[in-house]
């Protein structure tokens, strides 16, 4: 007997980065900073993560490209894992997301790719404690998702691995 159900997940649309709570928009002001630090020679697509731990601490992490194109790193990676490296053990509460291009004005957010998602879900899952998402272009609407888990339905574990 087949079973049918429906995933979803809600999120919230801000206009501007002006409609956020004060502790948002500084978290993607450090985002947006940190995108300018991107090494992005090939794509000319620049991604900037900062990542808010629990005991109010900032990580930062911007995308670092390399010309063997699996070498590189995204910003969302590079945070969590400086994250996971500088505060073991303190939760992840909330990363920040931009993401511009040198070649054209980026104008919807950009979400995390999958290899990101699976990184930030290992964290999310780990603490057992969502991992809050806000999402922005250069400029425009923020995005804001309750937990990565709501972007990864499904998503593995290491529940498959015992």
């Not at 339905?153 to 529940?159: E, W």
């Amino acid at each position: 007997m087949s079973e049918q159900k429906n995933i979803s997940f809600d999120i919230t649309i801000y206009d501007s980065i002006d409609e956020l709570a004060q502790d948002d928009q500084s978290l993607m002001l450090e985002a947006v900073a940190v995108r300018k630090n991107a090494y992005a020679p090939y794509s000319k697509f620049r991604v900037g993560a900062a990542v808010k731990m629990a005991n109010s601490e900032i990580v930062i992490g911007s995308n670092q490209e390399n010309a063997c194109y699996p070498s590189g790193l995204c910003a969302e990676r590079v945070a969590i894992f400086h994250a996971g490296a500088k505060f073991p053990g303190i939760s992840v509460k909330t990363i920040a997301i931009t993401a511009a291009s040198d070649n054209y004005e980026v104008s919807v957010p950009a979400a995390p790719c999958g290899n990101c998602r699976q990184a930030i879900f290992e964290y999310e899952f780990k603490q057992k404690q969502p991992i809050r998402l806000l999402l922005m272009a250069e400029k425009g609407s923020v995005i804001e998702c309750r937990a990565i888990e709501d972007i990864l339905p499904l998503g593995f574990n290491s529940t498959f691995l015992a």
